[in-house]
């Protein structure tokens, strides 16, 4: 219909469409085209965004889970390598009371 608006006259005059009224349809133009938004594609675009929204939110949340375990790891690390020293330094305590009671040499 929009590549040839002129089949719409002939098929307006040619049905006597106009009969009866006090016009007498000479052709239509159709010069300008208002098309409406699709509410349906603004809907699904609209829903996409959220579910990006959602999804970004998501992974936000296991990034800062990732970073919060990680640094819990490093913590761990650190406590575990304090109780390793405080233990290194008794042994020079127990080799020089070892030497002091001689029982080292038996």
Not at 69 to 75: F, K, N, P, S, T
């Given at each position: 219909?929009l ?6 006259s002939k098929?307006?005059?040619g049905n ?42 998501k ?6 889970m ?12 650190q406590e ?8 290194e ?5 127990a080799i ?5 009671s ?5």
């Open positions: 219909m590549s040839n608006p002129f089949s719409i098929e307006v005059l006597g469409l106009d009969a009866g009224t006090a016009y007498e349809i000479l052709s239509i133009d159709i010069a300008d085209i208002d098309i409406g938004k699709n509410i349906g594609a603004l809907l699904q675009i609209d829903q996409a965004n959220a579910d990006l929204n959602i999804a970004k939110a992974a936000e949340e296991r990034r800062a990732a970073v919060a375990l990680e640094q819990e790891m490093v913590a761990r690390t575990a390598r304090a109780k390793v020293i405080l233990e330094v008794k042994i020079p305590t020089s009371g070892a030497f002091r001689r029982k080292m040499f038996n």
